[in-house]
Antibody
């Protein structure tokens, strides 16, 4: 079964950027579609974007179109989510997940934006 | 963009009793391949979400048969036949038919 292991919690200042990693193991990396979903404190789930490594393609939702970059490194089977120009309301848990198939999500990465 | 509306948002249930959650879509979730990509997720406190049901009514491996899904087009329902203490969680519907994928607001189930 594919496992997704995310990097640790981050504390960032407003206006800065954060880069969260998600390492996939136990499957064929290039055939995966990995999405990023965030959850603000006490709130619901919000899809941010996805990457298909085999094609090198990305799709972003409109809310994040201008600030989000998702990349993949096949040599380390790792996907990265970088969010720039951080605001206080970007404080949330960020998950990587394979939404179209069964299997666990990443454990989540808490990103706190505070001055 | 597809908007999913769940109801109720809060669901207190007595142990052993059934529970149902509705999910309504702003547009049909039937994909061009004929499938309907409506999934249900469970998020227990402090945990990552876990998929329970995919394509409306298909349980994922390891999901108790107390959980069932039904529906078509724009109206969908998740039913738990007999609620157990372990079912305390927030339940989300999610559509994977049209990008961007979207989630319902979530329904918080707890024990009366």
């Amino acid at each position: 079964q594919v496992q997704l292991l995310q990097s640790g919690a981050e504390v960032k200042k407003p206006g800065s950027s954060v880069k969260v990693s998600c390492k996939a193991s136990g499957g064929i990396f290039n055939s995966m579609v990995i999405s990023w979903v965030r959850q603000a404190p006490g709130q619901g789930l919000e899809c941010m974007g996805r990457i298909i490594p085999i094609f090198g393609t990305t799709n972003y939702t409109q809310n994040f179109q201008d600030r989000l970059t998702i990349t993949a490194d096949a040599s380390t089977t790792t996907v990265f989510m970088e969010l720039s120009d951080l605001r206080r309301d970007d404080t949330a848990v960020y998950y990587c997940a394979r939404l179209g198939v069964p299997g666990p999500w990443g454990q989540g990465t808490m990103v706190t934006v505070s001055s | 963009e597809v908007v999913l509306t769940q109801s109720p948002l809060s669901l207190p249930v007595t142990l052993g009793q059934p529970a149902s959650i509705s999910c309504r879509s702003s547009q049909s979730l039937v994909f061009s391949d004929g499938n309907t990509y409506l999934n249900w997720y469970q998020q227990r406190p402090g945990q990552s979400p876990r998929r329970l049901i995919h394509t409306v009514s298909n349980r994922d491996s390891g999901v108790p048969d107390r959980f069932s899904g039904r529906g078509s087009g724009t109206d969908f329902t998740l039913t738990i036949s007999r609620v157990e203490a372990d079912d305390v969680a927030i339940y989300y519907c999610m559509q994977g038919t049209q990008w961007p994928y979207s989630f319902g607001q979530g329904t918080k189930l707890d024990i009366k």
